[in-house]
Each structure stands twice: as structure tokens, then as C-alpha cells.
């Protein structure tokens, strides 16, 4: 019974910017728990290199190695998808970077191409999705976050407002598609060791800020994610939607 609430077989499980870190981590959990996987991201032989070490697993998995700004790019890859005949069941919109200066010195093409990354993108492959996913009455849709959902910190305006973006488009994506059957819900990671993070991993300074700030003493590592991951693309959370489930160390819940 428990098994089986958590159980992925038989469904496809879409992760964008999952070549490496956190998506990587999603990927490999998803298909542990039975999921066929699509890999993504932008550098070709990165999605190559993520899908060889889930075959050489014994898990079945295939490459979109698509840019998640580019539009005519995602339109082109979910109709691969559909001629090789493969529905997306799960759609994790992972895909995000970061950029890091004062507000005053962004310029309007960094903002944007942040938000494009890490909001737009979530919109347009999310509507293509839901699209086929309302076809057939059922889809499970999670949308990464980020404690930048809830909070501000300097240097970081662009990706705060993306992330607080992401926290309503969930809750849009929930009561547009609930009656369709589908469930969108969100992770909102703390900070955990990847690539992303490697400027502030290396930073004497910021490592004692969060020591003194996060509850568990320490960063977290990108497989705790899996296990969020797993129940919002399950069974398990059929009658969740719209949430945003925050797996931070106790970061949100400190003063
Ligand atoms: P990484 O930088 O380690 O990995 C990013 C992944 O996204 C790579 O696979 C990259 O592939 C892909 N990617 C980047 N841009 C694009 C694009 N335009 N199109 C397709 N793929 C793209 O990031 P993380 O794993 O750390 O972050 C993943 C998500 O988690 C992001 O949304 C991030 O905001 C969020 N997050 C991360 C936290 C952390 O502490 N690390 C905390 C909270 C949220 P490639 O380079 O080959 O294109």
C-alpha cells in the first residue's frame, strides 16, 4: 500500500535542467521509484553524459537537450515527444540560474533573461504540458521554487522575483487545471551544494551567516530533494495542489 501510493512505474517524468545538480538529483530519485525520464538542458553532450549514467543504471531514459527560453524550441520538443509517443505524465520545471549584483546595477536584459529562465519558462512549458495532460484528464506538474519564494536578500532582485512568481504560477497552474486532474505544487529548496552555489560555497563569510542561520547547521545536498519530489509526482499527493513544499533545514522557520 505504502509501495504503491510512492510508486512511479509507468509514468514519464519531464525534468528541465536536469543534466546536473538539483534536477540531476530529481532525475536519478524519479527513476529509482520506477519513472521513465526525459533529461534536459542546454549543452547536448551534458544531457548525453546524465542519460548514459541512468541507462548504465538499468533505468530507461532519453535526451531533449532544448534551451527552456526558447519557445519554437519547447513547442518542437513536446511534439518530438508526441510523434515518438511519449506523454509527459510528470513535468518538473527545474530549469533556473542565477545572477548576483545590486539592484542598481542590473541592466533590463539580465532581468529579463533571469525571469525568462526561471519564471517564463516554467509558463510556456507548463502550458504545453497541461495542454496534453488535460487531453487526458491527469498530470502531475512541480515547479521549483526557492526560499527567494518567501524572501528577500541583497544582490539578487531578478531571481527573488522570479521565485516569487513561480509561488503564484502554482497556485494559478492549480486552480486553472485541479478539475482536469492535475496537480501543481511546488519545492522550495534551501541552499544546497550544486553548481549554482559554488560563489557562496566559497565564501568564508556567507558560510558562517548560514551557519548561524539555518536550524540543521549545514547546507543540503541535492537527493533531499528527492524525496518531496517523489510524493508530488505520485499517488500519494493526488488531493494536493497549489502548495509550495519547503525542504530547507528549517531555514523559513527560524527568526
Ligand atoms: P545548476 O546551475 O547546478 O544546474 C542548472 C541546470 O539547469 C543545468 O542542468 C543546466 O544545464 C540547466 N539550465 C540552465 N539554463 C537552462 C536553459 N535556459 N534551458 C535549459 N536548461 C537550462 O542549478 P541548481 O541545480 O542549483 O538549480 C536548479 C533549480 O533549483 C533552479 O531553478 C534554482 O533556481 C533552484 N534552486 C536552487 C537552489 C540551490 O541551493 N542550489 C536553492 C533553491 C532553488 P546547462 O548548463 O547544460 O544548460
Given amino acids: 500500500m505504502s509501495t504503491s501510493l510512492f510508486d512511479l512505474s509507468g509514468r514519464t517524468a519531464l525534468i528541465t535542467g536536469s543534466s546536473r545538480g538539483l534536477g540531476r538529483a ?8 520506477g519513472a521513465r525520464i526525459v533529461i534536459n538542458g542546454t549543452d547536448p553532450a551534458r544531457v548525453e553524459a546524465a542519460v548514459a549514467a541512468l541507462r548504465a543504471a538499468g533505468h530507461a531514459a532519453k535526451g531533449a537537450a532544448f534551451d527552456v527560453t526558447d519557445e519554437a524550441a519547447v513547442v518542437a520538443a513536446f511534439e518530438r515527444l ?3 509517443a511519449i506523454a509527459v505524465d510528470i513535468l518538473v520545471n527545474n530549469a533556473g540560474i542565477q545572477m548576483r549584483k545590486p539592484l542598481v546595477e542590473f541592466s533590463s536584459a539580465e532581468w529579463r533573461k533571469v525571469i525568462e529562465t526561471n519564471l517564463t519558462s516554467a509558463f510556456i512549458i507548463g502550458r504545453e504540458a497541461a495542454k496534453r495532460m488535460i487531453a487526458r484528464g491527469r498530470g502531475k506538474i512541480i515547479n521549483i521554487g526557492s526560499l527567494a519564494s518567501e524572501l528577500a536578500r541583497p544582490t539578487i532582485a531578478p531571481y527573488t522575483a522570479a521565485k516569487g512568481g513561480i509561488k503564484n504560477l502554482t497556485r494559478s497552474m492549480a486552480v486553472e487545471w ?15 551544494l550544486t553548481d549554482m552555489n559554488q560563489a557562496l560555497m566559497d565564501n568564508a563569510d556567507f558560510n558562517s551567516w548560514l551557519m548561524s542561520r539555518v536550524p540543521s547547521k549545514r547546507w543540503g545536498r541535492p537527493d533531499e530533494l528527492v524525496g518531496a519530489a517523489i510524493f508530488l509526482g505520485s499517488s500519494a499527493s493526488d488531493y494536493v495542489n497549489g502548495q509550495v513544499i519547503y525542504v530547507d533545514g528549517g531555514m523559513l522557520a527560524a527568526m
Avoid: F
Avoid at 26 to 33: Q, V
Fill in 26 to 33: 530529481i532525475a536519478e530519485g524519479m527513476a529509482k521509484a
Fill in 82 to 84: 508526441d510523434a515518438g
Fill in 178 to 192: 485541479a478539475a482536469s486532474g492535475i496537480q501543481a505544487n511546488a519545492i522550495g529548496p534551501g541552499y544546497m
